[in-house]
């Protein structure tokens, strides 16, 4: 699902002659490169969006409100305060109303083109290893109707295909109401869309039909008809993996539980449990078919957040585990996180390589993204402090890193 948060990433990774020193190492950090002053920079409204780079080449889906303007100091009512140009400029619901979903793209030192437009609050999107076929999902809310007593207000659910790198789009048949906040495909033709409820479904003609899959105990909750797993992954052999956060399943009490479907099954079977834990993000490392690989959950220790709890400042320490991708594997915890840290997101490299996304929060100023990094598959760990990234991403085959600063865009090499 695409959100304005940094860690919209694929993967990368580091190699770098370090000491050991408490679980940690102390190494050189790698140094960013400057490759662009002028990244997006004609683009408005500002954002680099979830950005990708191949060579060259850059495409991105990008999530933006519409452009506010404002009158000029003689035409005010009041010269020290800053007037939109047009009423709906300062009214909330019209703008959020008028957020959309844009995907571009073009040469990273070059324009981009922007080759399709929805309006959308939120979106999620695939791509092909080539680039070729991408889809992309859209959620779009009527902000300016009330809100009715259920609280869930109607949502119009959109699904769109290209199979020419972008440049044209086709929309396909998808119910308005059926919410779509993750999609995961082994090739063009076959995958899953995932949702609120939540919900599965498969598709094995490229979009144009799809089957709901029958979701695993406790799964749902009929408090919550919009609920969402806590991640989802789909691993290089076709089995998708969900997670999701459980009070009580049989002996299992107050865990996050993993189960697993494998591609021509038709039903989950369990994977993993997580004892005390809520999965942030569940990630697997890309090996050959038919080798065997790891599965990896980040997660924060203790129980999900009580909102209604004023106590509750939901800093939890984070946690990383894996396991193999055979069933019946034991879990090992790698690496715990201090709680003072937000945990964003990970991402997978190759060579043993992770990357940990995280906010710091608790220092005077703006809040601090900071990239964890290990290059012996998370046994020991350094950390970067990357300041404020407007945007990030990585490239899994290369191993570059990429940050947004500005309109100043970077790359470093691990």
Avoid at 27 to 50: L, N, V
Avoid at 121 to 148: C, E, F, H, L
Avoid at 281 to 300: K, R
């Amino acid at each position: 699902m695409i959100r304005l948060k940094r860690w919209q990433i694929v993967v990368g990774g580091l190699a770098l002659l370090a000491v050991v020193t408490h679980g940690y190492r102390v190494m050189t950090p790698p140094g960013w490169q400057t490759i662009s002053t002028t990244f997006m920079k004609s683009e408005k409204p500002y954002g680099g969006g979830a950005f990708l780079l191949h060579g060259n080449e850059v495409m991105t889906l990008k999530l933006a409100g519409p452009v506010i303007t404002f009158k000029p100091i003689n035409e005010r009512q009041n010269p020290d305060v800053a007037e939109p140009t047009e009423p709906w400029m300062n009214n909330a619901s019209e703008t959020l109303n008028r957020r959309t979903v844009s995907f571009l793209r073009g040469m990273f030192d070059g324009e981009m083109t922007r080759f399709f437009q929805q309006p959308a609050q939120d979106a999620a999107w695939w791509y092909s290893k080539d680039w070729n076929t991408i889809y992309v999902a859209t959620g779009w809310m009527d902000y300016r109707i009330p809100v009715p007593d259920s609280g869930l207000s109607p949502h119009v659910a959109r699904l769109w295909r290209s199979v020419d790198g972008g440049k044209t789009w086709a929309q396909l048949d998808w119910p308005d109401g059926h919410n779509v906040n993750r999609l995961h495909f082994l090739d063009s033709q076959r995958g899953y869309a995932i949702g609120w409820g939540p919900r599965v479904w498969r598709t094995m003609d490229g979009g144009r039909s799809w089957h709901e899959i029958a979701l695993p105990p406790m799964a749902t909750d009929p408090r919550e008809p919009r609920r969402a797993f806590s991640s989802s992954d789909l691993g290089p052999d076709g089995v998708l993996r969900v997670a999701y956060y459980v009070p009580m399943l049989g002996r299992i009490r107050q865990s996050s539980v993993v189960y697993r479907l494998r591609w021509d099954a038709t039903r989950f079977e369990q994977d993993v449990v997580l004892p005390d834990q809520v999965v942030v993000q569940l990630a697997s490392s890309n090996e050959p078919p038919g080798y065997t690989y790891s599965v990896h959950a980040l997660s924060t220790l203790g129980p999900p957040r009580n909102r209604d709890d004023r106590n509750d400042n939901a800093r939890r320490t984070g946690a990383l585990s894996t396991w193999s991708s055979h069933a019946q594997s034991k879990v090992e915890q790698l690496h715990t996180f201090d709680q003072r840290y937000s945990l964003d997101g990970m991402s997978v490299g190759k060579h043993g390589v992770m990357l940990v996304y995280a906010t710091d929060a608790t220092r005077d100023g703006a809040p601090h993204d900071l990239t964890f990094y290990s290059r012996d598959h998370g046994k020991s760990w350094d950390d970067i402090d990357d300041g404020i990234v407007q945007g990030s991403s990585f490239d899994p085959q290369t191993n570059t890193q990429y940050g947004l600063y500005a309109y100043t865009l970077k790359k470093r090499s691990f």
